[in-house]
């Protein structure tokens, strides 16, 4: 392959960014647990890293990954999603407004919510599906960041990203997407107007439920991101080597895992429209989705793994199903490779707009007539 051939985001993805390691010949990427780094004879570094708080190799590595396949010029690794998104706001400064919009991962939005009740920051909620929302609330609020989570958690609304980067900066604001659910195989925020992109590293990023972490990834360097970098050292908020090891291996087969997890759910997606004890089925691929013209231009490798079922009745006709399940794992998180099912209600905070009946789906990789012929036997149990 000639040198000037410019490499697929699939293949950075499969070969961890480098198929082998330089010193070893290892085809798999080596681990440095190392906490610190030795110094010569007139004290120099004798390599890039002095304290792991400030960095390591096998992160560094992970790092360039990420930052490659989002297209950003860095991306920075932290120990949690919530420790990424904290680092973000911290980052605003004092008394500033932040937008956001009303439904998105509660853990995020009560930082907000608790951050506006002590006069740290001034919090503005949006409704994310009506178009005109954002604009209001920038041209009230004057915001320094605006937030925005496509899809959104868990009713997989769709806010379109191109439009938002413009209107956020219009009004002198920076726009950061969490993106956890829509990853690089499918949406690229950074290339439709977005200065930062947040994921959940642990969802579909790493793919295997055994991976705590949270990245950020810039569009370019300037005072907020060496700022972000800086609240990460100060707090030691940066994730560990072994986790960012697991997080490259997770890295490797993640094209592969999305389309997979994509095409089921859309399989599942559509075979739930008629079910009787079935209310509504949620999913960006559906033609009935209200912004599903939206998805189709931003989502251009598979709408996900996710979707969400509005069943017939209540709270406890939800919570019901997600017992009866034999393949789908009651429990919290997605993009992993075992189908998870949650009534999200249950476990979101008490200011949550989550409907009663809602049952959230993480779509895995086993075969989707095993995971219809689940569902089926569950919802007939209500």
Same mark, same amino acid.
């Given at each position: 392959?000639?040198?000037?051939?410019?490499?697929?985001?699939?293949?950075?993805?499969?070969?961890?960014?480098?198929?082998?390691?330089?010193?070893?010949?290892?085809?798999?990427?080596?681990?440095?647990?190392?906490?610190?780094?030795?110094?010569?004879?007139?004290?120099?570094?004798?390599?890039?890293?002095?304290?792991?708080?400030?960095?390591?190799?096998?992160?560094?590595?992970?790092?360039?990954?990420?930052?490659?396949?989002?297209?950003?010029?860095?991306?920075?690794?932290?120990?949690?999603?919530?420790?990424?998104?904290?680092?973000?706001?911290?980052?605003? +400064? $004092?008394?500033?407004?932040?937008?956001? +919009?009303?439904?998105?991962?509660?853990?995020?939005?009560?930082?907000?919510?608790?951050?506006?009740?002590?006069?740290?920051?001034?919090?503005?909620?949006?409704?994310?599906? &009506? &178009?005109?929302?954002?604009?209001?609330?920038?041209?009230?609020?004057?915001?320094?960041?605006?937030?925005?989570?496509?899809?959104?958690?868990?009713?997989?609304?769709?806010?379109?990203?191109?439009?938002?980067?413009?209107?956020?900066?219009?009004?002198?604001?920076?726009?950061?997407?969490?993106?956890?659910?829509?990853?690089?195989?499918?949406?690229?925020?950074? $290339?439709?107007?977005? &200065?930062?992109?947040?994921?959940?590293?642990?969802?579909?990023?790493?793919?295997?439920?055994?991976?705590?972490?949270?990245?950020?990834?810039?569009?370019?360097?300037?005072?907020?991101?060496?700022?972000?970098?800086?609240?990460?050292?100060?707090?030691?908020?940066?994730?560990?080597?072994?986790?960012?090891? @697991?997080? @490259?291996?997770?890295?490797?087969?993640?094209?592969?895992?999305?389309?997979?997890?994509?095409?089921?759910?859309?399989? @599942?997606?559509?075979?739930?429209?008629?079910?009787?004890?079935?209310?509504?089925?949620?999913?960006?691929?559906?033609?009935?989705?209200?912004?599903?013209?939206?998805?189709?231009?931003?989502?251009?490798?598979?709408?996900?793994?996710?979707?969400?079922?509005?069943?017939?009745?209540?709270?406890?006709?939800?919570?019901?199903?997600?017992?009866?399940?034999?393949?789908?794992?009651?429990?919290?998180?997605?993009?992993?490779? $075992?189908?998870?099912?949650?009534?999200?209600?249950?476990?979101?905070? +008490?200011?949550?707009?989550?409907? &009663?009946?809602?049952?959230?789906?993480?779509?895995?990789?086993?075969?989707?007539?095993?995971?219809?012929?689940? @569902?089926?036997?569950?919802?007939?149990?209500?």
């Amino acid at each position: 392959m000639g040198s000037e051939h410019k490499r697929s985001p699939e293949t950075i993805a499969a070969q961890g960014l480098h198929a082998v390691d330089p010193a070893t010949g290892a085809v798999v990427p080596p681990l440095h647990p190392a906490t610190t780094f030795a110094r010569g004879g007139d004290y120099e570094l004798l390599g890039a890293h002095f304290y792991s708080r400030y960095g390591s190799p096998t992160v560094d590595q992970a790092e360039r990954a990420i930052a490659a396949l989002e297209g950003g010029i860095e991306a920075q690794l932290f120990g949690s999603g919530l420790a990424a998104f904290t680092a973000l706001v911290e980052s605003v +400064p $004092e008394g500033a407004a932040v937008v956001a +919009p009303r439904t998105m991962y509660f853990g995020g939005q009560d930082w907000l919510r608790r951050l506006d009740a002590r006069g740290r920051i001034r919090l503005a909620l949006f409704d994310e599906t &009506d &178009d005109a929302a954002l604009e209001a609330a920038c041209a009230e609020a004057r915001p320094e960041l605006v937030c925005i989570e496509t899809p959104a958690n868990p009713t997989w609304s769709i806010t379109d990203i191109a439009a938002a980067a413009e209107t956020a900066h219009r009004h002198g604001a920076r726009l950061a997407v969490d993106s956890t659910g829509a990853p690089p195989p499918t949406t690229r925020p950074l $290339e439709l107007g977005a &200065d930062i992109v947040f994921h959940s590293a642990t969802k579909y990023l790493n793919g295997h439920s055994d991976v705590t972490a949270g990245v950020l990834v810039a569009r370019e360097d300037g005072e907020r991101w060496q700022e972000i970098r800086q609240v990460r050292m100060l707090t030691g908020a940066l994730l560990g080597p072994f986790e960012a090891w @697991l997080l @490259l291996r997770g890295l490797r087969t993640l094209y592969v895992r999305f389309a997979r997890q994509s095409e089921t759910a859309m399989a @599942l997606a559509t075979a739930l429209l008629d079910h009787p004890k079935v209310e509504r089925v949620l999913y960006p691929g559906l033609d009935s989705h209200p912004r599903h013209s939206v998805a189709r231009r931003q989502m251009t490798g598979g709408f996900g793994g996710m979707l969400s079922i509005l069943v017939a009745g209540g709270a406890a006709e939800g919570r019901a199903v997600a017992a009866a399940t034999e393949l789908f794992v009651p429990a919290t998180s997605l993009g992993g490779v $075992e189908s998870l099912i949650e009534h999200r209600r249950s476990i979101e905070s +008490p200011q949550s707009a989550v409907a &009663d009946n809602l049952i959230r789906l993480s779509v895995g990789l086993e075969a989707v007539d095993d995971l219809l012929a689940d @569902l089926r036997q569950a919802l007939e149990r209500i």
